[in-house]
């Protein structure tokens, strides 16, 4: 087991979510590790971009926690 401060988790609820957040700008640099086909890892720092990256996707993130 691993424990990671400072490591958000993003979990959708069809993977292409996910397939569009790696087609954006910069994802290479936002996000850490897919983790499953619905989950990917980010850093805490990008959990705003990523959010505004899903609304510009046209999705309604939704923070559970902080």
Do not use: F, N
């Not at 996910?18 to 619905?38: F, K, N, V």
């Amino acid at each position: 087991m691993k424990l990671h401060r400072h490591v958000a988790l993003i979990e959708v609820s069809d993977p292409a979510i996910i397939d569009a957040l790696q087609a954006t700008e910069g994802w290479d640099q936002q996000h850490l590790r897919r983790i499953s086909p619905t989950t990917v890892a980010i850093l805490m720092e990008q959990v705003e971009t990523v959010a505004a990256k899903l609304r510009g996707l046209g999705y309604l993130p939704r923070v559970i926690e902080r």
